[in-house]
């Protein structure tokens, strides 16, 4: 039996990841499209298993729990040192955070998922900008991103 519902809400993740992974291959970082898009829907499927195992005995949050810690092992694979200065830093910060909008995705805070996209490339967007410009243009010792 089809379970539409669950379908939509992959579907629902896929473009959310797939949002924020844009951003990040436009950019031509180590971790792009396919990736943020991959981490968003994986968290969502370990979500919904979690919440269609829900009981009395049964921690749902526990999945969850798993999903932050083990993108933590995918995020310092794209963070490296080269030369002197390090890299990948902020990939790894929207893998983790393309996982917990796959985590608000699996419990159907679809809205709040794409305000959370939103805010993201926005800081993704400014913040680069503000770095160039700003910080890093009236502080020349800082190493620039």
């Not at 951003?23 to 981490?39: D, F, I, Q, W």
């Amino acid at each position: 039996m089809i379970n539409t519902h669950l379908i939509i809400t992959l579907l629902v993740s896929l473009g959310l990841g797939a949002l924020l992974g844009l951003e990040r291959e436009l950019k031509k970082c180590p971790a792009g499209l396919r990736t943020h898009t991959l981490v968003c829907l994986g968290s969502t499927v370990f979500t919904l298993t979690s919440v269609a195992f829900a009981g009395p005995a049964v921690d749902i949050s526990r999945i969850a729990g798993q999903v932050v810690v083990g993108i933590g092992f995918i995020g310092g694979g794209v963070i490296f040192k080269e030369k002197n200065k390090v890299v990948g830093l902020t990939t790894a910060a929207t893998l983790w955070i393309a996982a917990g909008i796959g985590i608000l995705a699996g419990i159907q805070e679809f809205f709040l998922g794409l305000v959370v996209v939103i805010m993201s490339v926005a800081v993704l967007s400014s913040g680069y900008w503000l770095e160039k410009n700003v910080i890093h243009k009236n502080h020349p010792s800082c190493l620039k991103p």
